[in-house]
């Protein structure tokens, strides 16, 4: 009787579904999907393609409008303790360069996130941002640096800037000339999805229908 259970338990892990893995996005406004409809921002259609691939994968969105690096490293613990990521996609810094903070301070805030993140057993992957001419070359280049600097010196997934290819035609923002719309936001999901997949695992096989038999 006692092997029976034990095969009949053996069987029923085998069958069962696989536990979902998490992925969390820490972010700012233009992942928590300022000024959308609901549902309708790049995260929201990210979640739609990880469901679609087949994984046993799910995503938390943990971003908050007018978050900087700081916040996400004053919450990151938390974050980390509640939805126990497998990946955890990094999107901060745009809050940080438009208030003039120092590129430094950027680095070491998104360096710490990333470590703790690692520390807690899930891969990262680094989004980068870039800014208006404006705020003078100087500043832009030691802004750009700080994304690449820490992913080669973490080994980090790296998408250099997540607006590459719009974020100077005015037809893909909203009023403000600073968030992406609707429109704009299926290609935002693109792109962090080709640097999303390669890190999730092949699906698990379908356990095979009719292995187990009770033996009478």
């Not at 892990?13 to 549902?39: C, K, M, Q």
């Not at 393609?49 to 971003?63: I, P, R, V």
């Not at 938390?78 to 903070?101: C, F, T, W, Y």
């Not at 973490?154 to 009023?175: C, N």
């Amino acid at each position: 009787m006692g092997k029976f259970i034990v095969l009949l338990l053996a069987a029923l892990a085998a069958v069962a579904p696989a536990r979902a893995e998490t992925v969390l996005l820490l972010g700012d406004s233009i992942s928590a999907g300022y000024g959308l409809p609901t549902g309708r921002g790049w995260a929201d259609l990210l979640r739609d393609k990880l469901k679609q691939a087949g994984g046993d994968y799910t995503l938390a969105n943990a971003s908050i409008s007018g978050e900087t690096s700081a916040g996400g490293l004053a919450r990151i613990d938390q974050e980390l303790s509640m939805h126990r990521p497998a990946i955890v996609i990094l999107e901060l810094g745009a809050n940080d360069g438009l208030r003039g903070l120092p590129p430094a301070q950027l680095a070491a805030n998104l360096e710490a996130i990333a470590q703790r993140s690692q520390a807690a057993g899930a891969r990262v992957l680094l989004l980068g941002m870039r800014l208006p001419p404006n705020y003078g070359p100087r500043y832009l280049a030691a802004y750009a640096d700080a994304y690449a600097a820490l992913a080669k010196k973490l080994g980090l997934p790296f998408v250099p800037f997540l607006l590459e290819g719009f974020a100077e035609d005015p037809a893909w923002f909203q009023a403000d000339g600073i968030h992406p719309n609707e429109a704009a936001q299926p290609l935002l999901a693109e792109r962090v999805w080709q640097a999303l997949q390669p890190l999730l695992p092949p699906p698990a096989a379908p356990a095979q229908a009719g292995r187990f038999k009770a033996r009478r």
